[in-house]
């Protein structure tokens, strides 16, 4: 299901080039768009901070080139107004909706490409985003909703989730020797943060035929072509989804994940150096 959901997604809702497909002088910046769910035509021109998170997910899926221009996008907003607004209009280069309630999204796709590249470049972006909190959040007694990202005025709030997840991953961004970053597969974290150990008994599938399934015993029924058809692997076509880990194509890793013509090419869509 989550492989159709992903080629859907890449299908109707992707727009310019692919990431990995960087054709100078012929390429349009890649970017995500809103849909008719009925007629697949553009509904809007805006994305949320929300949709952030999408690059962490494309780690995870192993899509590490998307990954890596999706985040280049939503960072380009970041380093525009030094915060995320609520929502911004990239047919229009500017935001529709502007407040900025410290939410997540971003540092935490931020965290997953530096665990999944130990690309230095995101430990900058981590340390942008901390300076740029420090200035224009920071308050008396925590760190206040940025009202406007273009006034920096405050609301009289902190949301929850500041501390559970933002602060969360701005902290594991940088503790590279923090037990969760160590042994990374030993632990899952849930959409909000939580980070939960993970049981050896959960590492397999769940059957018809009496419970947990080990890697070891679904190894044995897919080479003896078994009856349990259901444990067959996904399909792992370009189409479907990249659910083995790519290699990225940027060496060494001291460079930029992006070349300076592509990432002008996303700031450009973005209007960061408009004035």
């Not at 070891?216 to 072509?225: K, P, V």
């Not at 002008?264 to 150096?273: C, F, K, R």
């Given at each position: 299901?989550?492989?159709?959901?992903?080629?859907?997604?890449?299908?109707?809702l992707k727009k310019g080039r692919a990431c990995d497909e960087w054709i100078p002088g012929l390429s349009n910046a890649p970017h995500y768009v809103n849909?008719?769910?009925?007629?697949?035509?553009?509904?809007?021109?805006?994305?949320?901070?929300?949709?952030?998170?999408?690059?962490?997910?494309?780690?995870?899926?192993?899509?590490?080139?998307?990954?890596?221009?999706?985040?280049?996008?939503?960072?380009?907003?970041?380093?525009?107004?030094?915060?995320?607004?609520?929502?911004?209009?990239?047919?229009?280069?500017?935001?529709?909706?502007?407040?900025?309630?410290?939410?997540?999204?971003?540092?935490?796709?931020?965290?997953?490409?530096?665990?999944?590249?130990?690309?230095?470049?995101?430990?900058?972006?981590?340390?942008?985003?901390?300076?740029?909190?420090?200035?224009?959040?920071?308050?008396?007694?925590?760190?206040?909703?940025?009202?406007?990202?273009?006034?920096?005025?405050?609301?009289?709030?902190?949301?929850?989730?500041?501390?559970?997840?933002?602060?969360?991953?701005?902290?594991?961004?940088?503790?590279?020797?923090?037990?969760?970053?160590?042994?990374?597969?030993?632990?899952?974290?849930?959409?909000?943060?939580?980070?939960?150990?993970?049981?050896?008994?959960?590492?397999?599938?769940?059957?018809?035929?009496?419970?947990?399934?080990?890697?070891?015993d679904i190894s044995n029924c897919m080479n003896n072509n078994s009856h349990v058809q259901h444990l067959q692997q996904p399909s792992r076509n370009r189409?479907?989804?990249?659910?083995?880990?790519?290699?990225?194509?940027?060496?060494?890793?001291?460079?930029?994940?992006?070349?300076?013509?592509?990432?002008g090419q996303i700031e450009a869509l973005v209007g960061l150096h408009q004035t």
């Amino acid at each position: 299901m989550f492989n159709e959901f992903y080629h859907s997604i890449m299908q109707y809702l992707k727009k310019g080039r692919a990431c990995d497909e960087w054709i100078p002088g012929l390429s349009n910046a890649p970017h995500y768009v809103n849909i008719d769910m009925t007629s697949g035509k553009i509904s809007n021109h805006w994305v949320d901070s929300l949709s952030a998170f999408f690059a962490g997910l494309q780690v995870l899926v192993g899509d590490i080139s998307e990954a890596i221009c999706t985040h280049a996008f939503f960072y380009s907003i970041w380093r525009r107004y030094q915060s995320l607004p609520e929502r911004f209009d990239w047919n229009s280069k500017q935001p529709t909706v502007l407040f900025y309630p410290l939410r997540p999204e971003l540092i935490e796709s931020t965290y997953l490409l530096y665990q999944a590249t130990h690309n230095p470049f995101y430990l900058h972006v981590g340390s942008d985003i901390l300076e740029s909190l420090e200035k224009h959040a920071r308050d008396r007694c925590g760190y206040s909703t940025i009202h406007s990202v273009i006034d920096k005025s405050h609301e009289d709030r902190m949301e929850s989730f500041f501390l559970s997840e933002t602060s969360k991953y701005l902290y594991l961004l940088f503790d590279k020797d923090n037990v969760v970053n160590k042994k990374a597969s030993d632990y899952l974290f849930t959409t909000e943060g939580h980070i939960i150990k993970i049981d050896s008994k959960f590492r397999g599938l769940w059957t018809d035929y009496g419970g947990w399934m080990h890697s070891a015993d679904i190894s044995n029924c897919m080479n003896n072509n078994s009856h349990v058809q259901h444990l067959q692997q996904p399909s792992r076509n370009r189409n479907a989804s990249k659910m083995q880990c790519e290699s990225p194509r940027f060496l060494p890793w001291y460079d930029l994940p992006l070349s300076r013509e592509e990432l002008g090419q996303i700031e450009a869509l973005v209007g960061l150096h408009q004035t």
